[in-house]
C-alpha cells in the first residue's frame, strides 16, 4: 500500500526516575509493513507482556494488508476487483465492510471529494508523476468511467458488495493505515498497556503520555511545530514531495475524483482527530476541497486542522 504520508519525526523525553516510573519500562519496536516504516512505544510492566503485545500487533498489521493492499494479488480487495462489472454480489470481511461503508459516507458528506473507487485514477497519476508527464485528456476520461462511490452497491443483510462499473477498482491508501494503526491501539490496551506511541508510517496516535510526563511530544517537520498529545491521532496528506510540474503548474498525486486532475493548490493537509482513521481520512479529503471549505466536515467528526505549508 502506497506510503504519502509526510516524514514526522518524534521527540522523546526520558522519565524522571521514581518509584512510578520503575514499575514500567520502556520498549520500542520497529518494522516495515504496508509498504513502509512502523514504530511502535510503550511502555509496559515485563518483557514479556511488551514482546506479545507488539507480536500481536504486527500480526495484525500484516492481517489488515492482506484485506486491503492493492499490489498483493491475494489480497480481498484484489480479488473483489476481479468481479467488478459483474451482477453477483460479493460477500466481504467485516473490515472490509467497515471500511466500504464509512468511506461511503463521508464520500457522501464531502460531495465525491473523497471516493475509495478512485484507484484507476490514482494509477494514472502516480505513473505521470513517476514520468513527469502530464496524462491526457483522453487516458484521464477512460479513467473517470470507472469511478464512482455511487457504483457501489451494499447488501447489508449478507455484507455482501457489488462494483456495478467494469475494471472498478478500490483504493485505501488514504484510511487503511489509520485503520490499523487504530487498531494496534486497541490489541496494546488489551494486554494492559495504556502509555504507547505508534506510527504506522505517519498516521500517528499517542496514548496515555510516558510516566511522569503530561504528553508526547512530537515534532511535525511539514509545518515545523512540536506538538504535546495524548489520546489522539494525527495525519497529514500533501504534495509536497509526490508532484509533477506542467508548463508551470504543480499538479499533486493526489487526485480529485469528481475532475480527475491531480490537485492543484500545493499544501501540506495535517488533521489531529481522536481516532487515527478519521484523522487519516479527513486528510486525503481536505486536500481536494481545502481547509476552509472543509471546516463543515472537520466539526461533524469533531477534528481540527492544524496550519498548512504552501510552496512558494
Avoid at 39 to 62: F, G, H, P, R
Avoid at 72 to 96: C, K, M, N, R
Avoid at 131 to 138: A, F, M, T, V
Wanted: hydrophobic share 40%.
Amino acid at each position: 500500500m502506497r506510503d504519502w504520508r509526510l516524514f514526522w519525526v518524534f521527540l522523546f523525553t526520558l522519565p524522571q526516575i521514581s518509584a512510578t516510573s520503575q514499575e514500567l519500562d520502556r520498549y520500542d519496536f520497529q518494522e516495515s509493513k504496508m509498504g513502509t516504516s512502523w514504530s511502535i512505544v510503550l511502555y509496559a510492566t515485563s518483557d514479556v507482556t511488551a514482546q506479545n503485545a507488539a507480536q500481536k500487533a504486527w500480526q495484525e498489521v500484516d492481517r489488515l494488508n492482506d484485506i486491503f493492499s492493492d499490489y498483493e494479488e491475494e489480497s480481498e480487495i484484489t480479488q473483489l476487483h476481479h468481479a467488478s462489472g459483474d451482477s453477483d454480489f460479493i460477500p466481504v470481511s467485516d473490515d472490509l465492510w467497515y471500511l466500504m461503508r464509512w468511506s461511503h459516507k463521508l464520500s457522501h458528506l464531502s460531495e465525491g471529494a473523497y471516493d475509495i473507487t478512485i484507484s484507476p485514477l490514482s494509477k494514472l497519476w502516480r505513473r505521470a508523476i513517476r514520468q513527469q508527464e502530464l496524462p491526457n485528456q483522453k487516458r484521464i476520461d477512460q479513467a473517470r468511467q470507472k469511478v464512482g462511490y455511487r457504483s457501489i452497491q451494499y447488501d447489508s443483510l449478507n455484507r455482501s458488495v457489488q462494483l456495478d462499473r467494469a475494471g472498478m477498482k478500490l483504493d485505501f491508501g488514504g484510511i487503511a493505515k489509520g485503520y490499523a494503526v487504530d487498531k494496534v491501539a486497541m490489541i496494546l490496551r488489551g494486554y494492559g498497556i495504556t502509555r504507547f506511541l505508534i506510527d504506522g508510517g505517519g498516521d500517528i496516535y499517542a496514548g496515555d503520555p510516558p510516566p511522569n510526563l503530561e504528553h508526547w511530544k512530537v515534532h511535525v517537520q511539514s509545518i515545523d511545530q512540536t506538538l504535546e498529545i495524548c489520546n489522539q491521532a494525527i495525519a497529514s496528506s500533501g504534495m509536497i514531495y509526490k508532484y509533477l510540474v506542467s508548463q508551470g503548474q504543480r499538479y499533486s498525486h493526489i487526485v480529485d475524483p469528481r475532475s480527475g486532475i491531480g490537485v492543484k493548490d500545493a499544501r501540506a493537509v495535517n488533521i489531529l482527530a481522536n481516532d487515527c482513521m478519521i484523522a487519516d481520512a479527513l486528510a486525503t479529503a481536505l486536500s481536494v476541497i481545502g481547509i476552509e471549505e472543509g471546516q463543515e466536515l472537520l466539526g461533524h467528526y469533531n477534528a481540527s486542522s492544524l496550519p498548512f505549508l504552501r510552496s512558494n
